[in-house]
């Protein structure tokens, strides 16, 4: 398989934006509170699937769990595209910035001159991405995991470390973790690292943005609190700080 091709579908984003700047010109501060609400009436819950390219079939091949953990097993990392690198990005965005494509799963933090570092990155399976407009709360090195009640009430296996997980390899948050906030509020959601690292490039999570432990330590030292995410994703289920 090539390492180094790799695609998914897109396609509300531009619309999203358009809207949003009609919206604004037309109503102003209240623009905010219609758009959420029209997106989360009109944008349907689905998350879109990875797609990797076989250079010797010469066409494009579903990057599903079962396919993600035989790679990661023959080549001991994920595939090439899902490698942090620095990319041209062109963005309005200020340098420092984080933006992330949930779609293509990469993250970006943005850097000067219209360049970006790129991170490969694990999204919210179906039913679980998200979209909108956060910040960094707060950092945390080997931080301690405590599922939050809806994943205890679900999940028998997260209910046993309802009082919290201590940090280590295998705490499902890594090596590091960005806390989101909105308004000043934890969002429950998190940038972090993971103890499955074949499961960069996947709709995996239940709505954390998950990094290979490396990538998570190399933008931990970058990011500051404060620092504004912008989050992107087709189809997702909620919308934060919109």
């Given amino acids: 398989m090539d390492q180094g091709q790799f695609g998914s579908h897109r396609g509300v984003v531009e619309v999203i934006v358009k809207v949003s700047k009609m919206l604004k010109t037309l109503l102003g501060g209240r623009s905010k509170w219609v758009l959420a609400a029209l997106l989360a009436f009109v944008v349907p819950a689905f998350a879109i699937e990875t797609l990797i390219y076989d250079a010797q079939k010469g066409k494009w091949l579903k990057y599903d769990q079962r396919t993600a953990i035989k790679f990661y097993r023959k080549h001991g990392q ?40 790129r991170y490969g990155i694990g999204v919210g399976k179906d039913g679980f991405g998200w979209a ?16 939050p009640a809806e994943m205890v009430a679900r999940d028998p296996n997260a ?44 709709n995996i999570s239940s709505g954390c943005i998950r990094m290979v432990n490396d990538d998570v330590v190399d933008l931990y030292d970058r990011v500051k609190v404060g620092t504004r995410v912008i989050v992107l994703m087709q189809g997702a289920a909620l919308y934060k700080g919109v």
């Fill in 78 to 117: 994920a595939p090439g595209d899902f490698q942090r690198k620095i990319v041209t990005f062109r963005t309005a965005e200020e340098p420092g910035t984080i933006i992330i494509d949930g779609d293509k799963h990469y993250l970006y933090y943005v850097l000067p001159d219209f360049k970006a570092i």
């Fill in 132 to 147: 909108g407009i956060v910040e960094v709360g707060r950092k945390a090195e080997w931080p301690t995991w405590t599922p």
């Fill in 159 to 202: 209910a046993k470390w309802k009082n919290g997980m201590p940090g280590g390899p295998e705490n499902p948050l890594g090596a590091r973790a960005l806390y989101l906030y909105v308004n000043g509020q934890d969002s429950i959601y998190r940038i972090h690292g993971t103890h499955q690292p074949w499961s960069i490039g996947l």
